[in-house]
C-alpha cells in the first residue's frame, strides 16, 4: 500500500503509478485557474473602466467602445462624458442650432432713430 500526496487513503502501487484520475485531476485545476484568470481580468477591466468628468459615473460598454473604436471616435463628441451627460450635450447643441436658425429666419427689429432731438431730414422743420 502507497499513500500519494494530496490523495485521501491508501492505494496499491499499481494504481498510484497508474494515475488514472490525473487527467481528471489536471481538467479541474486547469477549469479553477481558467476561473480565477477571467475573475482578474473582470475586475482589472472595471478598474481602468473610465469616469465621467461632469457627473462621476462610469461609462457603459457603449459608451467606452464608441470612445475607443477607431471609425466611431470622431463622432464621439467629448470623449471625458458618459453616454447621459454626452447625449445631454447633444440635446444642447440641436437646441442651440434650431435657435440660431429661427432667429437668423426672423425678420430683424427695425432701428430706432439714434437721435430722437433732431429733424428727420435737412429741409424738414419740426412744428
Known sequence: ?????????????????DNSDGHAFYRTQEARADAEDK???AAQREAERPVCTRCGGKFTDERWEEITVHRTAVRAGDKS?????HADDVVRKEA??????????????????????RGRG??????
Open 1 to 17: 500500500m502507497a499513500r500519494r500526496l494530496g490523495r485521501n487513503g491508501a492505494q496499491t502501487l499499481t494504481d498510484a503509478l
Open 96 to 117: 442651440a442650432a434650431g435657435a440660431a436658425r429661427l432667429e437668423a429666419a426672423a425678420p430683424p427689429e427695425p432701428e430706432e432713430d439714434p437721435e430722437p432731438g
Open 39 to 41: 475573475q482578474r481580468r
Open 81 to 85: 462624458v458618459c453616454g447621459p451627460c
Open 122 to 127: 435737412w429741409f424738414r422743420r419740426r412744428p
